[in-house]
């Protein structure tokens, strides 16, 4: 089981426990803001399973129906993430306004606030993990997971504020008020990663730090050709692509340019690992003297 596949099943794990924290908080006080913290956890178990599924079938090698890979899966676990993180804030709305038409005193709010505090406490814990090993693996799935986590870890925050304020003033209007205000910012932070999985499905171009290394190792290790032109990236899961033209003299062998390749392809590798490289070799009436300046 590779190490995204063993962070993904951790997820699951650490879900159930929040889910069952937050679910007995909520039992211990009937607040409605615990009730909708405890809602938006049936949500992180669900979008758990699916980043599961989405890594397990991301890591399958290329085949005859899939020859670019199947990296894609994890954007669409991503864009369901986002998508239920949506679905989240709406039925904490729904809690809420059923509490401002009839707001109610709480029962055991220290204790309640307490066992919900533990939940957050593990939720923040497992967030930065999934945001930190996922950003080091290049999972979309992981990062998206963590992110959502971190929506929650808001959320048990904005919740217990909201009801402290209700305890200290009386005002239990306040409870669902703060489960409101916090499923708004929830809907910001689902939209926010349903845009940027999106992205990936798009085929959009890797980011310019990236974009740069890739043109200075082809730039410092193509010596021996004209130059290099049309360069195209995308990033799909944790594989990134790249496509260019490279121009080579017309009296050059197929030997000598096919070593240009190799030594630029390895260079692009090293810069950037898990990159796959697609190199067009064109003879030198097909310059466009634009691009990238191959150094000598």
Same mark, same amino acid.
């Given at each position: 089981?590779?190490?995204?596949?063993?962070?993904?099943?951790?997820?699951?794990?650490?879900?159930?426990?929040?889910?069952?924290?937050?679910?007995?908080?909520?039992?211990?006080?009937?607040?409605? #803001?615990?009730?909708?913290?405890?809602?938006?956890?049936?949500?992180?178990?669900?979008?758990?399973?699916?980043?599961?599924?989405?890594?397990?079938? #991301?890591?399958?090698? #290329?085949?005859?129906?899939?020859?670019?890979?199947?990296?894609?899966?994890?954007?669409?676990?991503?864009?369901?993430?986002?998508?239920?993180?949506?679905?989240?804030?709406?039925?904490?709305?729904?809690?809420?306004?059923?509490?401002?038409?009839?707001?109610?005193?709480?029962?055991?709010?220290?204790?309640? %606030?307490?066992?919900?505090?533990?939940?957050?406490?593990?939720?923040? +814990?497992?967030?930065?993990?999934?945001?930190?090993?996922?950003? !080091?693996?290049?999972?979309?799935?992981?990062? #998206?997971?963590?992110?959502? %986590?971190?929506?929650?870890?808001?959320?048990?925050?904005?919740?217990?504020?909201?009801?402290?304020?209700?305890?200290?003033?009386?005002?239990?209007?306040?409870?669902?008020?703060?489960?409101?205000?916090?499923?708004?910012?929830?809907?910001?932070?689902?939209? !926010?990663?349903?845009?940027?999985?999106?992205?990936?499905?798009?085929?959009?171009?890797?980011?310019?730090?990236?974009?740069?290394?890739?043109?200075?190792?082809?730039?410092?290790?193509?010596?021996?050709?004209?130059?290099?032109?049309?360069? !195209?990236?995308?990033?799909?899961?944790?594989?990134?692509?790249?496509?260019?033209?490279?121009?080579?003299?017309?009296?050059?062998?197929?030997?000598?340019?096919?070593?240009?390749?190799?030594? +630029?392809?390895?260079?692009?590798?090293?810069?950037?690992?898990?990159?796959? +490289?697609?190199?067009?070799?064109?003879?030198?009436?097909?310059?466009?003297?634009?691009?990238?300046?191959?150094?000598?």
């Amino acid at each position: 089981m590779s190490a995204t596949l063993k962070i993904a099943a951790g997820s699951l794990l650490v879900g159930f426990m929040v889910l069952g924290l937050k679910g007995l908080a909520w039992w211990m006080t009937g607040s409605v #803001a615990l009730l909708s913290d405890a809602l938006e956890s049936t949500v992180n178990l669900a979008t758990a399973f699916a980043a599961l599924v989405a890594i397990h079938v #991301a890591a399958r090698p #290329a085949d005859a129906n899939h020859p670019f890979g199947h990296h894609k899966a994890e954007f669409f676990s991503a864009v369901l993430e986002g998508v239920m993180i949506i679905v989240a804030a709406l039925f904490i709305l729904r809690a809420a306004y059923g509490g401002f038409l009839n707001p109610q005193a709480l029962d055991a709010p220290i204790e309640g %606030l307490f066992v919900n505090g533990v939940a957050t406490a593990l939720n923040g +814990v497992w967030a930065w993990v999934l945001v930190r090993q996922g950003r !080091r693996l290049k999972s979309p799935a992981l990062v #998206a997971d963590g992110r959502h %986590l971190w929506t929650d870890v808001f959320t048990s925050g904005g919740v217990a504020i909201g009801v402290l304020l209700a305890l200290a003033t009386g005002w239990w209007v306040l409870d669902p008020m703060m489960a409101a205000l916090v499923a708004v910012n929830i809907l910001w932070s689902g939209s !926010r990663v349903v845009k940027e999985s999106l992205s990936g499905l798009m085929d959009e171009a890797v980011p310019e730090e990236t974009l740069s290394r890739i043109r200075d190792a082809i730039s410092t290790e193509a010596g021996g050709a004209v130059e290099a032109h049309d360069l !195209r990236t995308r990033h799909a899961g944790s594989a990134t692509f790249v496509e260019f033209h490279l121009v080579v003299h017309g009296d050059m062998t197929v030997f000598d340019a096919h070593e240009i390749c190799d030594r +630029v392809e390895a260079a692009i590798r090293k810069a950037v690992p898990d990159t796959r +490289v697609t190199i067009h070799v064109e003879p030198e009436h097909k310059s466009k003297h634009t691009g990238i300046i191959v150094l000598d």
